[in-house]
């Protein structure tokens, strides 16, 4: 069974960091297309970073600079490291691999940016 668990969401300020973590059990997650999306209230989600089985990688415009994706084989999590957040990064981040025809999401992790 697929599972996805996301971990280190939280209260920051503008400005500060957060790591956010996507343990993966039933699957190699390094076999896959993993992604961080988000979704903000009254907003769709959106596809923040993904990293492909080769370790390539791809951001959304709104983050380039500031979010880092990556993983770790022998944790079989995938990170995402974010930096200078903004009010505007405030959302639900969930962790979504592309095993599937549909894939397969976590529950997601709140990150509130706010002072």
């Known amino acids: 069974q697929v599972q996805l668990v996301e971990s280190g969401g939280g209260l920051v300020q503008p400005g500060g960091s957060l790591r956010l973590s996507c343990a993966a059990s039933g699957i190699i997650c390094s076999n896959y297309v993993m992604a961080w999306y988000r979704q903000a209230p009254g907003k769709q989600r959106e596809l923040v970073a993904a990293?492909?089985?080769?370790?390539?990688?791809n951001y959304a415009d709104s983050v380039k600079g500031r979010f880092t994706i990556h993983r770790d084989n022998t944790k079989n999590t995938v990170y995402l490291q974010m930096s200078s957040l903004k009010s505007e990064d405030t959302a639900v981040y969930f962790c979504?691999?592309?095993?599937?025809?549909?894939?397969?999401w976590g529950q997601g992790t709140q990150v509130t940016v706010s002072s």
């Open positions: 990293i492909t089985s080769g370790g390539s990688t």
């Open positions: 979504k691999t592309s095993l599937g025809p549909s894939g397969y």
